[in-house]
C-alpha cells in the first residue's frame, strides 16, 4: 500500500478529527481533559486555513482514507513539527510507514520557501523510532543531519522556551514520559 502526502484541505476535516479522537492519551497526558485534543484540532484548522504560519499536511492511502496528520509552524528561520497523529487502526500501518513520507513532504515544502532548519519532539525511545522514522523518509535520511538537543525527563518542562511555547504546549512540565527534543539541518 501506497502512502502519499498533501496539504490538507476542509474537505479532510471530519476524517482528521477521527484520527485525533483515537488518541486518549499524548506523552501520558490525557488529551480531553487537559484541553490538548482541542488545541490541537484548533492548531489544524489554522493550518488548513494557513493562519499563524501554520501548513496542515494529510497522509493518506491508496483509498484515500487520511491515516496521518502533521502540522508545521514557521517561525523566523526556522520550522517546527508542532503536531503529528497517526493512525493505528487495525495495525495497518506503523508510524514509521506513515510518518516518514509526511516528514519528507514538510521538509520539502520548507525548503521550497527558504527553511533548512526545523525542531520536533518525540517520546524518548532510543534511536529506534529515529532510524526507523528514516527507512521511510529517504530526503531527511539523506539531505539532513539530525541531533538530540535535549532530554526531558517525566514531569519537567524543556529549558528552550520555543519548545515549551510552540512544541509541548499546554503539555509542558506534565508529560509523564521522557521526550527528545530534535534539531535538524539541511546539509550543504
Not at 523566523?76 to 508542532?82: K, Q
Not at 495495525?91 to 520548507?110: I, L, T
Not at 521511510?136 to 539532513?144: G, K
Request: proline share 2%.
Amino acid at each position: 500500500m501506497t502512502i502519499n502526502t498533501r496539504t490538507a484541505t476542509t474537505d479532510d476535516l471530519d476524517q482528521i478529527t477521527r484520527l485525533v479522537e483515537t488518541y486518549d492519551r499524548i506523552y501520558g497526558i490525557n488529551s480531553v481533559d487537559s484541553g490538548l485534543r482541542d488545541v490541537h484540532l484548533a492548531a489544524i484548522r489554522h493550518g488548513i486555513d494557513k493562519l499563524y504560519n501554520l501548513r496542515t499536511i494529510v497522509a493518506t492511502d491508496d483509498d484515500g482514507a487520511v491515516v496521518g496528520v502533521c502540522v508545521q509552524q514557521f517561525l523566523g528561520s526556522v520550522w517546527i513539527l508542532r503536531i503529528t497523529y497517526i493512525s493505528a487502526a487495525g495495525n495497518k500501518f506503523n508510524a514509521s510507514r506513515v510518518g516518514g513520507p509526511m516528514m519528507d513532504d514538510m521538509c520539502k515544502h520548507a525548503e521550497s520557501l527558504g527553511y533548512f532548519v526545523f525542531y520536533y519532539v518525540v517520546r524518548d525511545s532510543g534511536t529506534k523510532r529515529l532510524d526507523m522514522t528514516l527507512s521511510n523518509a529517504e530526503h531527511l535520511r539523506t539531505q539532513y543531519t539530525i541531533e538530540d538537543i535535549e532530554f526531558i525527563a517525566p514531569m519537567t518542562a524543556s529549558t528552550d522556551e520555543n519548545v515549551r511555547k510552540y512544541i509541548t504546549g499546554v503539555t509542558t512540565g506534565k508529560n509523564l514520559k521522557p521526550l527528545v527534543v530534535r534539531k535538524c539541518v539541511r546539509n550543504e
